[in-house]
């Protein structure tokens, strides 16, 4: 089955600091790419939609100068936390689906993110 | 964005009850599907039930769904202490390429 790999597990960075998440499809090409956000206790928040070869489009409230996403081949998204504060720790996870379809929806495992 | 809410928020059980989770959402779907999440770890897939289905089972998961009154509601039978975490529904909307919109989760804790 749709197989999405997502790394690192867990990081721990200072503020200030720039912090790389990655997400691939390994099984499968994915045009398109989603980023959520969790906070404890609450629910998936979704950030952004990626697009292979073009812009993400951002969710409102979202600042996209800060959570930058690059999604440059048909396997690969990658998610940057510039300038990271510690109100940014949260757990961070993706998720894709072969290209047009409207199941076989898959997560990575998520990161968790520490800013301290 | 959230889709809408979920009730309860908590639920509290012994093993061997049943478990009712509901599910409210606000836009038309193609499918709503349900995920369980341990401790802040990640999501595994539970059922998918699209907009045309009324009912499905899946072991001790029964699913219902009812568009007209935007809802759904997942039935743990026979609960088991590992059946303790955190249950979402999301929806998929008619257009594909979408993402999957979360409600607000309910947490499952089931006692032995």
């Known amino acids: 089955g749709a197989v999405v790999s997502q790394h690192p597990s867990w990081v721990i960075c200072k503020s200030g600091t720039s912090v790389k998440i990655e997400c691939r499809s390994l099984?499968?090409?994915?045009?398109?790419m989603f980023w959520y956000r969790q906070f404890p206790k609450q629910s998936l928040m979704l950030m952004a939609t990626?697009?292979?070869?073009?812009?993400?489009?951002?969710e409102q409230g979202v600042e996209k100068d800060k959570f930058l996403i690059n999604h440059a081949s048909l396997t690969l998204s990658t998610l940057t936390v510039t300038s990271a504060h510690p109100e940014d720790s949260s757990f961070y996870i993706c998720?894709?689906?072969?290209?047009?379809?409207?199941?076989?929806?898959?997560f990575g495992s998520g990161t968790r993110l520490t800013v301290v | 964005s959230q889709q809408g809410e979920e009730d309860p928020q908590a639920l509290s059980i012994q093993e061997g009850e049943n478990a009712t989770m509901n599910c409210s959402y606000k836009?038309?779907?193609?499918?709503l599907q349900w995920y369980r999440q341990n401790s802040g770890r990640g999501l595994v897939h539970l059922i998918l039930?699209?907009?045309?289905?009324r009912e499905k089972h899946s072991g001790r998961l029964r699913v219902t769904l009812d568009t007209s009154k935007k809802s759904s509601s997942l039935l743990i039978t026979a609960s088991r202490a590992a059946d303790t975490a955190s249950y979402f529904c999301?929806?998929?909307?008619?257009?594909?390429?979408?993402?999957?919109?979360f409600g607000k989760g309910t947490t499952l804790s089931v006692s032995s």
């Open positions: 998720s894709a689906s072969p290209s047009g379809l409207y199941s076989g929806y898959t």
């Open positions: 099984d499968f090409q994915a045009t398109t």
């Open positions: 990626s697009n292979e070869g073009s812009k993400a489009t951002y």
């Open positions: 836009t038309s779907i193609n499918n």
């Open positions: 039930i699209r907009s045309n289905e």
């Open positions: 999301a929806t998929l909307a008619n257009q594909a390429g979408t993402a999957l919109i």
